[in-house]
């Protein structure tokens, strides 16, 4: 059982998951690149990282969508009505105006690794989605 988590842990449930992976540059987060394609036509970005001392595993999310600031009212509407049809991940823009994504699992409580390879298995997809079904028209 797992109750705290860290990159080398994480890059493991990756590989078990079969996710390609690399650790970033500064060993705080472990990453996989889901390459674009005809429904979706930017690479995104998913991130597997331990936080708040090993009790929490966040993955995020991030796909090189900028919002421009004519557009901002309208993506807060797409990101609002996601909020409002699904729960799951929370979605959100960033300072820098990126969209980005966030699901967070607290393992505090002893949780199996086989529980968080099924969620990042889950989640992982799920971010794609998110990015295809609603910003798709904001990459060119």
Not at 31 to 39: E, K, S, V
Not at 57 to 65: A, E
Not at 75 to 103: C, E, P, S, W
Request: proline letters at 2%.
């Amino acid at each position: 059982m797992v109750n705290s988590v860290d990159v080398n842990l994480i890059r493991r449930l990756c590989d078990k998951a079969g996710f390609s992976t690399r650790v970033s540059d500064d060993g705080n987060y472990v990453y996989t690149i889901l390459g674009a394609d005809n429904d979706f036509g930017h690479d995104v970005v998913i991130t597997f990282s331990p936080s708040n001392g090993g009790t929490r595993f966040d993955i995020r999310g991030f796909s090189g969508v900028k919002v421009p600031q004519d557009k901002l009212a309208e993506a807060l509407m797409r990101i609002n009505k996601y909020h409002n049809n699904f729960a799951g991940i929370k979605a959100y823009i960033d300072k820098d105006m990126d969209v980005m994504t966030l699901y967070t699992v607290w393992v505090e409580a002893d949780v199996s690794e086989e529980f968080l390879i099924d969620v990042m298995g889950t989640i992982t997809p799920v971010i794609w989605e998110f990015f295809k079904d609603n910003f798709s028209d904001y990459v060119k």
